[in-house]
């Protein structure tokens, strides 16, 4: 295989201040092709993802669980409804690797300045990649600011965990093959195929064999780390995630809360490997912001944030957060 395509699939819903960094991300991840599907925003994420699709930077489609009934499963789980309409989609059957990850999610190779098909090649075109994440909670960030959230956050989750905190979730880079069912977090083979596919872990080791057929979303990640890892902002600041609270999930319905909160804000160990890629993640970024129509609905979007933001902190959701990071209560205004 010499040059496969490679396309990033997400959905996406008021994640309007964060899109352009992560578009920026995965361009100098080596991504050939990005596809996007929104639902019900309010704060011009669908707007700047127009943009993008205009400027032939990202394809950008509605969600169709927006014409779903209310109640129906298709509208209760944008995540799965999306999945299932984009493997129906050009850009989806014409890629040869698909890799589902969040605007939350940026993968990171160990060393060097390369992409994700340098990590593919030097492994031989696995038929999966199942890449670990690594958490990062909110450090000392309780206020948003409009500058990457890459650059920002530098506590997170343990790449050398021990036997007690050794579960992880993951992503995974999967070929279109017919004997893999792409799923958002994994592939599951088909059990009869299972132990002969090129299934590789974060480290280029064999995936376990015995997990490949089975929906599981998280493993023990002890030595996978070694070549890549998938660093996840899940909460951002403080402030952000009240946002996000805000907004809901995609997949579980009243998931995101202050157990959520509570799980995903680790601080085992300082990672500033984003801090070395600042320069010319800012490069890509301003090289996209060139676009004035972009740049403008980028600065309306983080507004549109702040403006949510001032609502939620009169909820006791924004003080209950405070307590729980021991920072003192803010006064309005």
């Avoid at 579960?167 to 195929?193: Q, Y």
């Avoid at 070694?226 to 995630?241: C, G, I, K, N, Q």
Wanted: charged share 30%; with cysteine.
């Amino acid at each position: 295989m010499s040059d496969p395509v490679l396309l990033t699939f997400t959905v996406m819903k008021n994640e309007g201040p964060f899109i352009v960094e992560w578009v920026a991300w995965q361009r100098l991840m080596g991504v050939d092709r990005i596809l996007v599907l929104s639902n019900d925003c309010d704060d011009g994420t669908d707007l700047i993802l127009d943009q993008l699709d205009r400027m032939g930077v990202v394809r950008h489609l509605p969600n169709p669980m927006a014409i779903a009934p209310a109640e129906s499963a298709l509208r209760l789980k944008p995540h799965t409804t999306g999945i299932a309409y984009a493997r129906l989609l050009r850009d989806w059957r014409d890629a040869d690797y698909v890799f589902l990850s969040d605007v939350d999610e940026f993968p990171v190779l160990t060393g060097g300045d390369g992409g994700l098909k340098d990590l593919l090649a030097r492994l031989d075109w696995p038929d999966v990649l199942s890449i670990s994440e690594t958490v990062f909670g909110i450090g000392d960030r309780i206020a948003y600011e409009d500058r990457p959230v890459t650059g920002q956050f530098v506590q997170c989750s343990s790449t050398r965990p021990g036997k007690w905190r050794s579960r992880r979730g993951f992503k995974s880079i999967t070929r279109t093959d017919p004997r893999l069912s792409i799923r958002n977090h994994r592939p599951i083979a088909r059990k009869a195929a299972a132990g002969d596919l090129s299934w590789l872990d974060g480290s280029g080791r064999p995936f376990p064999e015995d997990l490949r057929h089975v929906h599981q979303k998280g493993t023990d990640a002890r030595g996978m780390f070694d070549l890549v890892t998938l660093h996840h902002y899940a909460l951002r600041s403080l402030e952000s995630f009240l946002v996000k609270v805000a907004r809901g999930d995609a997949v579980v319905e009243n998931r995101v809360d202050k157990t959520y909160f509570r799980r995903r804000n680790q601080s085992f160990e300082r990672n500033d490997t984003m801090l070395a890629h600042q320069d010319r993640l800012a490069g890509e970024i301003d090289r996209l912001k060139a676009d004035a129509r972009l740049a403008e609905l980028h600065d309306r979007a983080v507004e549109a944030h702040r403006a949510k933001i001032e609502t939620l902190k009169r909820t006791p959701l924004y003080e209950d957060l405070l307590r729980m990071v021991k920072a003192p209560a803010r006064a309005d205004g």
